[in-house]
Nanobody, 125 residues
Framework: VQLQASGGGLVQAGDSLRLSCAVS????????MGWFRQAPGKEREFVAA????????YYADAVKGRFTISRDNAKNTVYLQMNSLKPEDTAVYRC???????????????????WGQGTQVTVSS
């Protein structure tokens, strides 16, 4: 599975951005898509995840209510709509693909098998 993330940029606090993750080579075993982020000097953290089949979504508490993950099956693309951005959202964002992960697994980066390159999101105050 190959993943191509895009959509990052420099915005001001309160602005919105939409990240895209184009997926190629997806098979029936690719069930869970996740977004993770890593800020300088910090560990990678879970942001959001979605199941391709059911569309079930999961969010980190820090982004719940502001971010929305979605997928377009026809385009094989996963999106992360980010609203009301804050300076603390500044990070490199990466999308990841995994199998059928249970709820306790999909928040762990180690559970995902394939990763896209990062896209930088910078939020100025």
């Amino acid at each position: 599975v190959q993943l191509q993330a895009s959509g990052g940029g420099l915005v001001q606090a309160g602005d919105s951005l939409r990240l895209s993750c184009a997926v190629s080579g997806r098979t029936f075993t690719t069930n869970t898509m996740g977004w993770f982020r890593q800020a300088p000097g910090k560990e990678r953290e879970f942001v959001a995840a979605i199941r391709w089949s059911a569309g079930s979504t999961y969010y980190a508490d820090a982004v719940k209510g502001r971010f929305t993950i979605s997928r377009d099956n026809a385009k094989n693309t996963v999106y992360l709509q980010m609203n009301s951005l804050k300076p603390e959202d500044t990070a490199v964002y990466r999308c990841a693909a995994g199998g059928l992960l249970i709820a306790s697994e999909l928040r762990r980066s180690g559970a995902y098998e394939d990763w896209g390159q990062g896209t930088q999101v910078t939020v100025s105050s």
